[in-house]
């Protein structure tokens, strides 16, 4: 099974400033047929994951454009430009699906006021 | 707007059995697979099963295989999780995911959850 490594754990932030989410994988997330399959959730307390980015670097509807995916192979980044109050307090979690099944997570960043 | 409401879930057992539900609405059910995740508390996510969109092929964690079964009933828009042999390990949140994929799952709708307790 493909093994997906978070960090860090937790991650404290500044208001306003940006902040940056790494998530590793066991081998390469290059699928046979050239795309990577690699997703970004955020959960938020007391609610369901909400995808934020998928394939890499695609963003869901209605995702703010402060939430940027990028990586390539087995190394990914979760980027918020700037950081705004509703993003505190969540877990973000990636998630693999070129290698499956099963569908495997990382163990999630949650991201807090600094 | 897609919905999916689970069902089911409540303290059981260690050993004793219990059937999830996931009722859909707002998307035509039959062309979708289906997934359902759980996540034990303050824990991470983790995959339980998917059931293709036309029943044809299941798949399960290890965790789970040989004890919990993934099913659907298209008539009723819903989606099933029998689980079997319950142990503690299994306590959880499940959720019931669409999955809008053709290569690969990808989650865009998750229900609300049920909440599963295995305590003697």
């Known amino acids: 099974d493909v093994v997906m490594t978070q960090s860090p754990l937790s991650l404290p932030v500044t208001l306003g400033q940006p902040a940056s989410i790494s998530c590793r994988s066991s081998?390469?997330?290059?699928?046979?047929?050239?795309?990577?399959?690699l997703n970004w959730f955020q959960q938020r307390p007391g609610q369901s994951p909400r995808r934020l980015i998928y394939?890499?670097?695609?963003r869901d509807s209605g995702v703010p454009d402060r939430f940027s995916g990028s990586g390539s192979g087995t190394d990914f980044t979760l980027k918020i430009s700037r950081v705004e109050g509703e993003d505190v307090g969540a877990v973000y979690y990636c998630?693999?699906?070129?290698?499956?099944?099963?569908?495997?997570f990382g163990g999630g960043t949650k991201v807090e006021i600094k | 707007q897609v919905q999916l409401v689970e069902s089911g879930g409540g303290v059981v057992q260690p050993g004793r059995s219990l059937r999830l539900s996931c009722v859909a609405s707002?998307?035509?059910?039959?062309?979708?697979?289906m997934h359902w995740v759980r996540q034990a508390a303050d824990k991470g996510l983790e995959w339980v099963a998917v059931?293709?969109?036309?029943?044809?092929?299941?798949y399960y964690a290890d965790s789970v295989k040989g004890r919990f079964t993934i099913s659907r009933d298209d008539s009723k828009n819903t989606l099933y999780l029998q689980v079997n042999t319950l142990r503690a390990e299994d306590t959880a949140m499940y959720y019931c995911?669409?999955?809008?994929?053709?290569?690969?799952?990808?989650?865009?709708?998750w229900g609300q959850g049920t909440l599963v307790t295995v305590s003697s």
């Open positions: 081998q390469s997330l290059v699928s046979t047929d050239g795309n990577t399959y």
């Open positions: 995911v669409r999955d809008v994929g053709v290569r690969s799952p990808e989650y865009d709708y």
């Open positions: 394939e890499v670097s695609k």
């Open positions: 707002g998307f035509t059910f039959k062309n979708y697979g």
């Open positions: 998630m693999q699906g070129t290698h499956w099944p099963p569908v495997t």
């Open positions: 059931i293709w969109y036309d029943g044809s092929k299941k």
